[in-house]
């Protein structure tokens, strides 16, 4: 019998799933310990090495796995695999202050105390898969479908294997591009099913001996990858609370005012959710995807989309009504996006932010111009250390890609993410 392997991994800054691995004969202890990491570890650069680190060489940190994110699942003739999502631990037990994971924990039970809120969402992902012909591209047709082979059904019967259900699976607009769509998860769930799908599209494209890209632009004249996040909310008794008939956009005073302020801070925001160099170049005119903070009902133009209603009875509309987020991509690490989404709400819930008053800006145009704006976030989003650190990070990056074109750029970020 071959000896398997588990892996424990987060999200890190740069959103690749990295960790450590072990037989899975040490599970049951790792499963209580983790595995130890030096901090450093979590500011891996996109492109491999370190960037830039607050900690240098010092430290220890644990990576703990959460049980409930296991994935599991047989090799067809090659070996199979076995990961979990975890949270960072200091050496003494504290939950460490720069997990990513831990700041969306954090952001949740606030948003839990002060509103009674639970967050639904889920992240729709684009993305470009080499084992079709590029040319010609076969947008929404079903011989698009039918050329991608057994990836699809293969991709779907991992994701249920992962207790992920699958929504949709279709060619999309591009090239080599198509799009996988889940039902919405409370909560963290959300953001580990958004790791776990990017692996598990890995995954199959590997059986399949080929790849996916899931980066924002290949080229920079080409069709974009986004990940859209739909997002939606229940009170504590689990009953939708953003639809009111009654209101402009259909939309409850209450989540009008943190939809105000989501689309005040999405300079900011915009670090966490279109957090590369290429992002910037997806988020430009005609590309479907937004250029402005801006909310609009069924605009597939806008940042915020509210999500169309198939139905006429109230009950069924109130808990069909959701919000698209699209001005992220896959670069982003779904929980530092959530985390700022959640905030920003919030922020907005508290001060009683206006949805009329709103005035939609220009989104940012740079990385290096959202990274001005995310380093003023009160320091409550993320912490100081984990905000000051991640702008650091980011900014190495953005300068360490200054020398090269748009499509360097493009080519740089599409051959690692
Ligand atoms: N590919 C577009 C984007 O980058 C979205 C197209 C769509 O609406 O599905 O966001
Ligand atoms: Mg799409």
Redesign the pocket.
């Known amino acids: 019998m071959q000896e398997e392997i588990v892996f424990i991994g987060t999200s890190d800054l740069s959103a690749h799933f990295r960790g450590k691995s072990f037989p899975a004969s040490e599970l049951p202890s790792k499963l209580r310990r983790g595995v130890g990491l030096a901090p450093t570890n979590l500011y891996m650069g996109a492109f491999g090495p370190i960037q830039t680190t607050t900690f240098g060489t010092s430290g220890e940190v644990f990576l703990i796995p959460d049980e409930s994110t296991r994935v599991h699942f047989l090799g067809d003739g090659r070996p199979g695999e076995h990961f979990y999502l975890g949270d960072f631990y200091e050496m003494d037990g504290r939950p460490w202050d720069y997990c990513p994971r831990g700041a969306l924990r954090r952001a949740l039970e606030d948003l839990a105390r002060e509103t009674g809120w639970q967050l639904y969402s889920t992240f729709e992902q684009?993305f470009t898969y080499s084992g079709v012909d590029a040319h010609p591209p076969r947008p929404y047709e079903l011989d698009g479908l039918r050329r991608i082979g057994t990836f699809g059904t293969d991709l779907l019967s991992l994701l249920r294997c992962a207790g992920i259900t699958p929504d949709a699976f279709l060619a999309?607009?591009g090239p080599q591009q198509f799009?996988v769509t889940t039902t919405p998860a409370l909560g963290l769930r959300a953001a580990d099913e958004a790791v776990i799908v990017r692996e598990l599209l890995r995954a199959t494209a590997f059986r399949h001996n080929a790849t996916v890209s899931v980066a924002p632009m290949a080229d920079p004249d080409g069709?974009?990858?986004?990940t859209?996040v739909h997002f939606s909310f229940r009170d504590a008794v689990n009953h939708p609370c953003m639809y009111d008939a009654d209101q402009p956009l259909q939309m409850a005073r209450p989540a009008q005012s943190f939809v105000a302020g989501l689309l005040s801070a999405l300079p900011a925001i915009c670090a966490v959710s279109a957090p590369s160099v290429a992002s910037y170049y997806?988020l430009r005119p005609n590309?479907?995807?937004p250029v402005s903070a801006d909310i609009g009902a069924f605009d597939?133009g806008a940042a915020l989309r509210i999500s169309p209603m198939n139905a006429t009875d109230p009950a069924d509309r109130a808990r069909q009504y959701n919000v698209e987020f699209?001005v992220a991509d896959a670069t982003a690490n779904p929980y530092l996006l959530l985390t700022a989404l959640v905030r920003a709400g919030l922020d907005g819930i508290q001060r009683g932010a206006r949805l009329d008053q709103h005035v939609a800006e220009a989104l940012p145009r740079s990385l290096d111009e959202a990274l001005d704006h995310f380093a003023t976030i009160p320091d409550h989003w993320f912490g100081a250390g984990l905000r000051d650190g991640y702008v650091q990070f980011k900014r190495a990056e953005a300068a360490g890609l200054a020398a090269l074109t748009e499509s360097e750029i493009c080519r740089r970020y599409a051959a690692v993410y």
């Open positions: 684009e999309e607009f799009e069709v974009a990858n986004g859209h997806r590309r479907w995807a597939r699209r």
